[in-house]
């Protein structure tokens, strides 16, 4: 115990005499594949994999699919530079992808989740691809393949999705794994459970979503992928709708165009025609007028985001408010929005960056330690 305390030994008398499980954790993205090994919590090697462009090139305009063998070989040399074999994994967890709206959660890959994802009908996205390749690399093996609180996680009572135009319901898609894991690491750093605790938490990223969790419950949040919310350093954000559709109708952009304004060329990118939160910070600081203008009104609009939320809770207080994702590193954004939410009455906690590898190995922790049961995917969820 004294080498545990003096820092001298970072494994507990418990790591020594009960196994660590090794878990394969696999998050797709649009030009990487982010690729790491962990023996119990800690992380014993990791790789983002780049795809190059040139080796991406092939496979424009085609279903994501189509990359699973390139980037499934990817993952093996990974694994085969570590001096490891899938011999020495005891599971998989993938990144979850485009699914059916689901409750959150760690879930088997199974063949309903794998045609679903498979046939691509909710969108296409590297995500889709995590659930595939793990299941690949334990077939056979009875070893198991999990994917951890997807996009989709969807707990929100139907009176959040209703809006003013019946064929226009509200989708629920966010950052739910870092929003998740975010909220269970703030109830263990207090000693207690995330079906203890009310807490807001606002992923700030090139997409911003700012969630209500409620004892245990992802009750609600805006749809970060379509662009609802605040405006971010490469999305637009919620816009005036009558404005939208005199400019859809204008005949000024196609609709491939106004998509990519929506999401992957607007915000900052459109404001500023940079999505660097550092190179806008520089700017403010150097006395530009218009980016402390456009800096202003984005964490306005992420504090009014966060305050929106109060009714979710039904009156409940509010144990804190969290701040996470690459954003969160700046002290003088998370100072403005500690300012501009003080009335909440609640704490302001900052977790940066997007700790998603280390969510996905947890999930499938508590899985192969028993203290989570995972929950299988069918046509009835």
């Given amino acids: 115990m004294r080498l545990h305390h003096y820092g001298e030994w970072k494994r507990t008398p418990k790591d020594t005499f009960f196994r660590r499980h090794r878990v394969l954790v696999l998050n797709p993205g649009s030009t990487s594949t982010k690729t790491s090994v962990f023996e119990g919590d800690e992380e014993r090697c990791t790789e983002e994999i780049q795809h190059p462009a040139e080796a991406l090139k092939g496979f424009e305009g085609r279903p994501i699919t189509e990359q699973f063998n390139f980037r499934k070989e990817a993952v093996l040399r990974f694994l085969a530079d570590q001096g490891l074999g899938l011999k020495d994994i005891d599971a998989v967890a993938g990144r979850g992808g485009l699914l059916r709206p689901i409750p959150h959660g760690t879930w088997n890959v199974g063949e309903s989740m794998l045609e679903d994802l498979k046939a691509g009908k909710r969108g296409e996205h ?25 996009v989709v996680v969807d707990e929100a009572d139907p009176k959040v999705k209703i809006t003013g135009l019946k064929e226009l319901p509200r989708r629920v898609i966010s950052h739910a794994l870092n929003q998740i894991a975010t909220a269970r690491r703030y109830a263990e750093e207090h000693e207690t459970f995330y079906e203890r605790i009310n807490v807001i938490v606002a992923h700030m990223g090139g997409g911003i979503t700012v969630g209500a969790h409620r004892k245990g419950r992802y009750i609600d949040v805006n749809n970060g992928l379509d662009g609802e919310g605040p405006f971010s350093p490469q999305r637009t954000g919620s816009l005036p709708p009558g404005q939208l559709i005199d400019l859809c109708f204008s005949g000024k952009y196609t609709k491939a165009e106004l998509k990519l304004l929506n999401k992957g060329r607007g915000g900052l990118i459109d404001l500023l025609g940079t999505a660097d939160m550092r190179e806008v910070e520089r700017r403010v600081e150097a006395g530009d007028a218009e980016a402390a203008l456009v800096y202003e009104a984005m ?83």
Avoid: H, W
Wanted: glycine fraction near 12%.
């Fill in 126 to 150: 590297a995500s889709n691809l995590g659930a595939l390749i793990a299941a690949e690399l334990v077939a056979g093996s009875g070893k198991p393949a999990f994917i951890v609180d997807p």
């Fill in 299 to 381: 964490t306005y609009q992420i504090a009014k985001g966060i305050t929106a939320l109060v009714p979710a809770f039904e009156g409940e207080a509010i144990d804190a408010i969290l701040l996470t994702g690459g954003m969160a590193r700046s002290a003088k954004l998370v100072g403005e929005l500690g300012r501009l939410t003080v009335a909440l009455g609640c704490g302001v906690k900052v977790y940066p960056g997007e700790n998603e590898m280390a969510a996905l190995a947890k999930g499938a922790l508590r899985v192969l330690s028993g203290r989570e049961v995972a929950k299988d995917y069918s046509a009835a969820n």
